[in-house]
């Protein structure tokens, strides 16, 4: 085993050399992962995207549709109450809530990826479809009885366009030295602000801070005075602005030089 994870490292080196781009992406992206690569190919498909681009579409809740250059859909959170209208070729879910994951997904989307492994181990991805890379952090969750789930939630990161954008799922605990390193240094952070049901306002702030993401997209946040009160404890370190459509299309050339709140429509 260690001979062979010294071939595949190896081989993984001569393809980030061979690739500036992609050595650039993973180095920042990857951190100190290792789970193994798994790839599968994809026709093409445009998104009306100019290469390079993402489209980020609010949905609501934690669900989200991120729309790739090569005409990759993915649904955050996947859910039976709220999903996108398109079908994704890839769903995220967690189960905190069963607003934040499904029993009976879509049989049309090909990829399905719970957030939650067997028996109290974590979920292990690192899937490769088109132009788009999908990768999980496992953290743990609280339970309805004082204790926690261990491994019962997961932080997806997506490699696209030459960006790292991190979905944090239902997250219920600041992160750990350990998960920073293999969260790696994400671009776009998508982030519940609720204050309750996942983590409090301080440990988001914090978190957030930790980060350094250059874009922070708030959700999960149930009214205006809740997402009020994550603003205004966020304000005094980063600049927020609202935006007036639930879509964007962001690149690394579009994205802010310093952390940026920027606020969707929808709940």
């Not at 029993?103 to 181990?121: F, M, N, Q, S, T």
């Amino acid at each position: 085993m260690l001979a062979l994870r010294l071939v595949l490292t190896a081989c993984l080196a001569a393809l980030l050399l061979a690739s500036p781009a992609l050595a650039q992406v993973s180095d920042r992206c990857l951190a100190i992962s290792q789970a193994p690569v798994r790839v599968h190919p994809a026709q093409f498909r445009p998104a009306g995207l100019k290469a390079a681009e993402v489209r980020l579409t609010f949905v609501g809740h934690a669900t989200w549709l991120i729309e790739s250059a090569g005409g990759i859909r993915i649904a955050t959170d996947y859910n039976d109450y709220i999903r996108p209208a398109t079908t994704p070729e890839i769903a995220t879910m967690n189960r905190a809530h069963t607003t934040h994951y499904t029993l009976y997904p879509d049989p049309r989307i090909a990829h399905v990826l719970r957030g939650w492994g067997k028996d109290g181990a974590a979920a292990k991805y690192d899937l490769t479809l088109a132009d788009v890379r999908v990768r999980n952090v496992a953290t743990n969750i609280r339970d309805w009885s004082g204790g926690f789930i261990p491994h019962g939630n997961s932080i997806f990161i997506f490699e696209i366009g030459g960006m790292c954008i991190g979905h944090l799922g239902h997250l219920h605990h600041t992160l750990t030295p350990e998960q920073i390193g293999h969260i790696g240094q994400l671009d776009v952070v998508m982030v519940a602000v609720d204050g309750s049901y996942t983590m409090d306002v301080p440990g988001v702030v914090e978190t957030l801070k930790t980060l350094r993401a250059r874009l922070i997209l708030p959700m999960h946040y149930f009214n205006p005075g809740t997402l009020a009160r994550f603003l205004d404890a966020i304000g005094s370190d980063f600049a927020v602005e609202t935006a007036k459509e639930p879509s964007i299309v962001i690149s690394q050339a579009r994205l802010p030089s310093e952390p940026k709140v920027l606020v969707l429509p929808g709940f």
